[in-house]
């Protein structure tokens, strides 16, 4: 075998290991979207009926709470970017990461100070090279997150919204997530969570024409709504984590379709071309012998004479 | 046929129970409380302890809650928990090892949550 076909054939064979490893990680990713997508239904009836009660006691008393009344000036804010722990999943993470930086910029041109928490390896180790400052960092579950994540998450995100901001805490909290829109497409989105307007998430809920009841609160107003509140984040940054999960491996199940697409068309490229190099060296060899039969018969047609 | 209430008893990240109901037990921050048709809109905090749901067809259903709460409105009641969990799910042998483990470590959240599984046990 000549040295060019033997080239080719070595390269066939680490671009086929390459597509069987790619293939595998597609399909693998494709069952946790699926999982992923489960969860998010999953969290839903939680999420409606939280929703419900926070509008209920929105609309049904005049409660003021530090989680709902606005800062007069907001100097200080903390943006949540939810990354995730590894890479090959396309542009996910650099589409979240330019949200967040895009939001940064925002909030710095607006005159406030910018606290980053974030989630994830890959958003941590984009802050870290570039020597940026993160308040508090997650990762190691990305992939699978649970309710009780959420909770680690939210706790010192609400310690911060609640301390006063000369001592450290802050006025307002963004959230940068990945919103699952449909298999093929997903958007890097950022909103704010907090201070939380209850006219909003009383418009959140479907209008049905449903009038809500006047509750009897118990043991008083402020104290549901002291309960209430910090779930209702913790449910909002679970539903943000579950989203940005099935995301990611939306985003991996593309990215590791096209590679093993890719690997398919090198292969039949490289096939190719080993099998233009055989045959140029079939070829050779059959020039080379009628060349030597000729110059042979040369010779002896020579010493005929 | 008695009138019923309709119950749905979910969890941060599943549904754990639904169904018809005539009475519902649940413990809030200022005391037990018993819900049957017909209450007055109710939004209540609860506390860690068991629920005892009476269901339509006799039968009783009870689950150990972890924080939470109770919203009852048009003989619709829905139990908010972040962890929920039916008496016949939970493990007893663990409920109590989870019981010494938290008594040894002095965990007082912990031990109380293992002591309101397996009250919940002790009440089915």
Same mark, same amino acid.
């Given at each position: ?305 | ?22 009475? $519902? =037990? /649940?413990?809030?921050?200022? #005391?037990? @409380? ?7 809109? +109710? !939004? ?16 009783? $259903? =009870? /689950?150990?809650?972890?924080? #939470?709460? @109770? ?7 829905? +139990? !908010? ?44």
């Amino acid at each position: 075998m000549g040295a060019q076909l033997r080239v080719y054939k070595r390269r066939i064979r680490s671009v086929t290991a390459t597509k069987k490893i790619t293939k595998a990680m597609e399909m693998i990713a494709a069952s946790r979207v699926v999982k992923a997508q489960r969860k998010v239904a999953a969290s839903t009836p939680y999420a409606t009926e939280l929703t419900r009660a926070v509008t209920a006691v929105g609309t049904g008393s005049n409660t003021k709470h530090p989680l709902t009344t606005e800062a007069e000036t907001p100097t200080r804010t903390a943006v949540l970017l939810l990354t995730s722990d590894r890479g090959l999943a396309g542009a996910f993470n650099s589409n979240a990461i330019k949200a967040a930086e895009q939001l940064t910029a925002r909030l710095e041109a607006e005159g406030k100070e910018v606290d980053t928490y974030i989630v994830g390896r890959r958003g941590l180790s984009h802050y870290n090279f570039r020597e940026r400052k993160v308040v508090e960092s997650w990762s190691g579950f990305t992939d699978e997150p649970t309710y009780a994540d959420a909770k680690k998450v939210a706790a010192p995100l609400i310690e911060a919204i609640e301390k006063e901001t000369a001592e450290g805490g802050v006025d307002e909290l963004h959230i940068v997530y990945t919103e699952f829109v449909s298999m093929m497409t997903q958007t890097a989105i950022d909103g704010r969570l907090l201070p939380l307007s209850l006219e909003e998430v009383a418009e959140e809920k479907p209008a049905k024409g449903e009038i809500l009841p006047l509750y009897d609160f118990e043991p008083s107003a402020e104290d549901v709504l002291d309960a209430l509140l910090p779930r209702y984040v913790e449910s909002r940054i679970y539903n943000a984590l579950l989203q940005s999960a099935a995301s990611k491996h939306a985003a991996t199940r593309r990215a590791m379709k096209s590679a093993t697409d890719n690997a398919g068309d090198l292969i039949n490229s490289l096939s190719r071309l080993a099998n233009a190099a055989r045959q140029a060296e079939i070829t050779q060899e059959i020039s080379e012998i009628v060349g030597g039969t000729a110059a042979l018969a040369d010779a002896t047609a020579g010493s005929d004479k | 046929m008695a009138a019923e209430l309709h119950v749905e008893l979910v969890a941060a990240d599943r549904s754990v129970w639904s169904g018809e109901a005539t009475l $519902v =037990v /649940a413990r809030t921050t200022s #005391g037990d @409380i018993g819900v049957m048709p017909g209450h007055q809109p +109710l !939004l209540g905090v609860l506390e860690s302890g068991p629920v005892t749901i009476r269901t339509s067809d006799g039968g009783t $259903v =009870v /689950a150990a809650v972890h924080g #939470g709460f @109770i919203s009852f409105a048009d003989d619709k009641l829905s +139990l !908010l928990a972040e962890i929920a969990e039916l008496s016949d799910e939970i493990d007893v042998q663990r409920a109590e090892r989870a019981l010494e483990r938290a008594k040894s470590e002095a965990d007082a959240s912990a031990e109380r949550r293992a002591d309101v599984r397996l009250r919940a046990v002790a009440a089915r």
